[in-house]
C-alpha cells in the first residue's frame, strides 16, 4: 500500500476504466497485487454511472473507447467537481492527444503496454496528489465556515485588515470611530481562529479569498 493511500482517512480506490477485458484483468491483478483496492468498468458510461462520488483514488482511464472517450470522460469529472487524478493509457503514442490531456491535470499519459513498475508509480503519484487535493479543500472548507460566523461588519473589517489598512484607515473608509473597529478586528480575529495578521493573511490566502 502506498504511503498515501495508508494515510488517507477513508480507503483509496483505484479506478481502471478500459473496454478491453483482458486489459481490465491485467491491470486489475497487477495493482491489486500491489495492496490497492481496484474497481474496472469497461466504459466512461458506465464509470459515471456506477462510481460513488467522493471516494478518495485515482483513474487509470484509456484513451480510446466507443461512447465517451478518456479525453471527454476528463472533461466531464472537471465540469462536475469529480476531479480524481487520472492516468492515461493509450495504444499508440498521440502527442497532441497527450498535451491536451496533461493541461488539463492529468498525472500521466503512458503508452500500452505498461511496464508494471511505471504504473505503479504513476498510480502513487496520483494517490499522493489526490490526499493533497483533498487535505487543501478541508482546510479552505473550514476557513470559510469560520468566514460565514462573521457579521457584516467584521466581514469589511476582515478585508481591509488583510489588505493591509491600518486601524485608523479602515475607521475611515467605514467611517465610524477607531476604538469601534478595534473590538470588531478583536472578534473577526477570534472568530477566524489566528493571533496575528500574518496568520489572517496566510487564511485568506489559502481560500483564495479576495480583499478590499
Do not use: W
Not at 466507443?66 to 502527442?95: C, K, M, S, V, Y
Not at 472568530?191 to 483564495?208: I, N, P
Amino acid at each position: 500500500m502506498t504511503p498515501a493511500a495508508a494515510n488517507a482517512p477513508f480507503p483509496t480506490t483505484v479506478y481502471v476504466v478500459d473496454d478491453d477485458l483482458a486489459v481490465r484483468k491485467g491491470l486489475a491483478r497487477l495493482l491489486q497485487s500491489a495492496g490497492h483496492v481496484v474497481e474496472t468498468f469497461c466504459s466512461a458510461n458506465e464509470f459515471l454511472e456506477r462510481r460513488v462520488p467522493g471516494v478518495p483514488g485515482c483513474v487509470v482511464l484509456d484513451v480510446s473507447m466507443p461512447g465517451l472517450n478518456g479525453l471527454q470522460l476528463q472533461e466531464a469529472l472537471a465540469g462536475d467537481g469529480g476531479e480524481l487524478p487520472i492516468i492515461f493509457l493509450t495504444g499508440r503514442g498521440d502527442i497532441p492527444m497527450s498535451v491536451q490531456a496533461m493541461k488539463r491535470g492529468a498525472v500521466d499519459f503512458l503508452t500500452k503496454p505498461v511496464t508494471a513498475d511505471t504504473l505503479l508509480s504513476a498510480v502513487g503519484v496520483a494517490l499522493e496528489r489526490d490526499c493533497l487535493q483533498r487535505r487543501i479543500r478541508a482546510e479552505v472548507d473550514v476557513i470559510r465556515q469560520r468566514l460565514a460566523m462573521l457579521t457584516p461588519r467584521e466581514r469589511e473589517v476582515f478585508s481591509h485588515v488583510v489588505a493591509g489598512y491600518l486601524n485608523k484607515q479602515t475607521a475611515g473608509l467605514l467611517g465610524t470611530a477607531e476604538k469601534t473597529i478595534k473590538v470588531h478586528r478583536a472578534r473577526m480575529m477570534e472568530k477566524m481562529g489566528v493571533k496575528s495578521v500574518a496568520e489572517l493573511v496566510h487564511l485568506a490566502e489559502r481560500a483564495g479569498l479576495g480583499v478590499a
